[in-house]
């Protein structure tokens, strides 16, 4: 078994920031990628931002140059600072794991509950 927990959401004003943090526990034999997604009411969940064990990323065009992912592998934990907050912004950001469980050695993709993020305008 495998757990997500996000943290670091809330409400900001436009043109603010904030910091998510993700953090894997659990069964774990390995890691391939974290990543973020977010979604608003009525529309598919999107992509965000994703970092591989290796360290490389890959960013939706709507945040490149504002949001930052970064990860720490030692700590099983992922982050995205978040700078230069617009209202379409706001949305439930997830956190999502590439997992290879121990001790089947399978790999799975696995969730958090997700955290709100609001800017106002």
């Known amino acids: 078994q495998v757990q997500l927990v996000e943290s670091g959401g809330g409400l900001v004003q436009a043109g603010g920031s904030l910091r998510l943090s993700c953090a894997a526990s659990g069964s774990i034999f390995s890691i391939t990628a974290m990543g973020w997604y977010r979604q608003v009411p009525g529309k598919q969940r999107e992509l965000v931002a994703v970092i591989t064990s290796g360290g490389s990323t890959n960013y939706s065009d709507s945040v490149k140059g504002r949001f930052t992912i970064s990860g720490d592998n030692a700590k099983n934990t992922v982050y995205l600072q978040m700078n230069s907050l617009k209202p379409e912004d706001t949305a439930v950001y997830y956190c999502?794991?590439?997992?290879?469980?121990?001790?089947?050695?399978?790999?799975?993709?696995?969730w958090g509950q997700g955290t709100q993020v609001t800017v106002s305008s």
């Open positions: 999502k794991g590439v997992v290879t469980t121990t001790p089947e050695y399978h790999e799975y993709d696995y």
